[in-house]
């Protein structure tokens, strides 16, 4: 059973440019969120999405950031005309029920880098 | 809102020691805990999940406790080996599936 998978692993964009990262939660889960490792900072909460539908987005910045989650394929973080604020690791977990009793299991991460 | 404290932020410790490491929370109302470690560049790993039910969780080297009333848990590392250094987070689930992050323990286990 594979785990979470992101890609691209390391990503580099210059400002104003646009950042997708991609997650394929693990098999069988079907609550994916996002958090945002700024560079020495703790994780932070960005958003909660279950397949169609966002549950809880309070942690996004209000501009600029989107995420979804389709019914099919992977689920997207999408950063629109990037600044060299948002270089930062990008994390996304899974479960597979969004009761809180269920552990978060966390993938690589993507690394993103503006130039 | 809650928030969570880890202390100390580094620690290094001779190959061998028990050590342990701290994470106290200000809002005692939580569903679960987690502990993780975090490599250099690299992902999360689970090391364990207390749930607000439970004292302890073992596994291995490694012994989690969790006191909710008071608002901390612990992180108890047995003979400690230079593969364990990493940083150690601890995250707790308030119910509503956001896990809030300490910023972390630096562990350097020197040989």
């Known amino acids: 059973n594979a785990g979470v998978m992101q890609n691209p692993r390391h990503l580099v964009r210059r400002r104003g440019q646009e950042a997708r990262l991609r997650c394929s939660p693990m098999k069988g889960h079907s609550h994916v969120y996002w958090y945002r490792q700024l560079p020495e900072e703790g994780l932070k909460f960005m958003v909660y999405?279950?397949?169609?539908?966002?549950?809880?987005e309070s942690g996004m910045p209000k501009e600029r950031f989107s995420a979804e989650f389709p019914k099919e394929g992977p689920s997207i973080l999408r950063i629109q005309q990037v600044v060299r604020g948002d270089s930062a690791a990008y994390f996304c977990?899974?479960?597979?029920?969004?009761?809180?009793?269920?552990?978060?299991?966390f993938g690589p991460g993507t690394r993103l880098t503006v130039t | 809102k809650q928030e969570v404290t880890q202390i100390p932020a580094a620690l290094s410790v001779p190959e061998g020691e028990n050590l342990v490491l701290n994470c106290s929370f200000t809002d005692s109302a939580i569903y679960n805990l987690q502990w993780f470690r975090q490599d250099p560049g690299k992902g999360l790993t689970s090391l364990l999940l207390?749930?607000?039910?439970?004292r302890e969780q073992t596994s291995g080297r490694l012994n989690a406790s969790l006191d909710k009333s008071s608002g901390r848990s612990t992180l108890y590392i047995a003979a400690s080996q230079p593969g364990d250094s990493a940083t150690y987070l601890c995250?707790?689930?308030?119910?509503?599936?956001?896990?809030?992050f300490g910023t972390g323990t630096r562990l350097l286990v020197s040989p």
């Open positions: 977990a899974s479960s597979p029920e969004g009761t809180a009793s269920y552990e978060q299991y």
């Open positions: 207390i749930q607000s039910s439970q």
């Open positions: 995250a707790v689930n308030t119910g509503f599936q956001k896990l809030v």
């Open positions: 999405l279950q397949k169609e539908n966002i549950i809880d």
